[in-house]
Nanobody, 126 residues
Framework: QVQIVESGGGLVQAGGSLRLSCAAS?????????KGWFRQTPGKEREFVAA??????YTADSMKGRFTISGDNVKNTLYLQMNSLEPEDTALYYC????????????????????WGQGTQVTVSS
């Protein structure tokens, strides 16, 4: 059974930093897994943040330069270092996993990811 657990969320002032962590278990079998971060606010669709597909990193344009994704592919851990946080970054942040994908894969779409955690809340005050 796959289990994904996020941690590290909290309340931070604008301009501050947070580091989110994700631990995935049960990802066994013939595949290695890409892992990614999405975020969601009430009434809006889940938004792509960043992904790690073995050694390839993808980051949403609006977060480049502020957010950095990293992780361990074998240990199935994932991190998101978030700097220069803005109130607009306030959201529930989700970790997700899916088998490693090719360059044509629509990784930005939430429905492309197979497994999800419950999310960790990030609140940025102005």
């Amino acid at each position: 059974q796959v289990q994904i657990v996020e941690s590290g969320g909290g309340l931070v002032q604008a301009g501050g930093s947070l580091r989110l962590s994700c631990a995935a278990s049960g990802l066994t079998g013939r595949y290695y897994y890409a892992k990614g971060w999405f975020r969601q606010t009430p009434g809006k669709e889940r938004e792509f943040v960043a992904a790690l597909n073995w050694n390839d990193r993808y980051t949403a344009d609006s977060m480049k330069g502020r957010f950095t994704i990293s992780g361990d592919n074998v240990k199935n851990t994932l991190y998101l270092q978030m700097n220069s946080l803005e109130p607009e970054d306030t959201a529930l942040y989700y970790c997700a996993a899916t088998p490693l994908f090719t360059s044509s894969y629509d990784y930005v779409r939430a429905s492309s990811w197979n497994y999800w955690g419950q999310g960790t809340q990030v609140t940025v005050s102005s």
